[in-house]
C-alpha cells in the first residue's frame, strides 16, 4: 500500500523559511515523478514544485527563487525548501507521487505565514 506522509508544516512569521518533507512508502521511489501542490482556502489546488524521475526541477513563477524541491532517494523522501515565505504562501501543501499509470496524494500539511 502506497503512503505518502507530509511533515514540516506549521506558524513562521513572513520572510522565515521552512522545509517540508513527504516520507514515501510502499512504492519504489525513484521511479516515480514527485510534486508538491498547494491550495489555499476558497481556491483550487495549483501546482507549485514538480520533478520528474531523472529530469530538472520546475516551479511555478510565484515560487522561483524561493522554494527548491528535492529528494533524497536514499530515504525515499522530497523535500520542499521554503524561503522568503509571504502570507500568501499560506495554504495546504500537498505532496505527489505519479507515474504514467498511478497517482498518489499526501494528506497535507499545513503552512501558515503570518505575523
Known amino acids: 500500500q502506497v503512503q505518502l506522509v507530509e511533515s514540516g508544516g506549521g506558524l ?8 517540508l518533507s513527504c516520507a514515501a512508502s510502499g512504492m519504489i521511489f525513484s521511479m ?14 495549483v501546482l507549485i514544485a514538480l520533478l520528474t524521475s531523472g529530469g530538472n526541477p520546475d516551479y511555478a513563477d510565484f515560487v ?4 527548491t524541491i528535492s529528494v533524497d532517494n ?3 523522501t522530497v523535500y520542499l525548501q521554503m524561503n ?8 495546504v501543501y ?10 498518489y496524494w499526501g494528506q497535507g500539511t499545513q503552512v501558515t505565514v503570518s505575523s
Open 74 to 76: 536514499a530515504k525515499n
Open 12 to 19: 513562521v512569521q513572513p520572510g522565515g523559511s521552512l522545509r
Open 32 to 45: 516515480y515523478s514527485m510534486g508538491w501542490y498547494r491550495q489555499a482556502p476558497g481556491k483550487q489546488r
Open 94 to 103: 500537498y505532496c505527489n507521487a505519479f507515474s504514467e499509470q498511478e497517482d
Open 64 to 67: 522561483k527563487g524561493r522554494f
Open 84 to 91: 522568503s515565505l509571504k502570507p500568501e504562501d499560506t495554504a
